[in-house]
């Protein structure tokens, strides 16, 4: 026998949780970390890419503009709550799991690895964090709708 609607939390069911501002806030945040995976991707290539390479040049002697540097630091710490805060919501546990995941994953392997397979490796576990992204939002348009 089911539940009431406001225990059904599953992929077929059209209610939200019980905190309906406070998980649709959440899954607000969504887009805005598309956003900053982009960004670095962006910048992944531009300190990393295949034309430093190729002039063999090390993007740890290049060094980060003071505000480029506080910004993306910022930024990681708060994708990192956003992720952690995001485990403890019925809908999108998973992928949020899989963000995490994805990221202590590439972290270890980049600490290993040469620097010619840091882009490879970056660019990789981005395009996995973007779909694990594009997937909450629509998710969260397929539960809002």
């Known amino acids: 026998m089911p539940g009431p609607p406001a225990c059904r939390s599953g992929l077929g069911s059209r209610t939200w949780p019980r905190e309906t501002g406070r998980v649709a806030l959440l899954f607000a945040f969504a887009p805005l970390f598309f956003a900053f995976e982009i ?9 990393l890419g295949l034309k430093q390479i190729a002039r063999g040049i090390d993007p740890r002697e290049l060094g980060l503009g ?7 630091s910022l930024a990681l710490l708060a994708y990192g709550a956003w992720m952690a805060l995001m485990l403890f919501q019925p809908l999108g546990r998973f992928q949020s799991l899989m963000l995490l ?8 392997v980049r600490r290993g690895c040469g620097l010619k397979w840091v ?5 990789f576990e981005g395009s996995v964090r973007i779909g694990m992204l594009l997937s909450l939002c629509a998710l969260a348009w397929r539960h809002l709708l």
């Not at 960004?39 to 300190?47: D, G, I, N």
């Open 39 to 47: 960004w670095q991707l962006v910048m992944a290539e531009r300190y």
């Open 66 to 72: 003071e505000l480029t540097a506080a910004c993306w």
């Open 101 to 108: 995941g994805v990221s202590g994953l590439g972290f270890a």
């Open 119 to 123: 882009l490879v490796i970056l660019t």
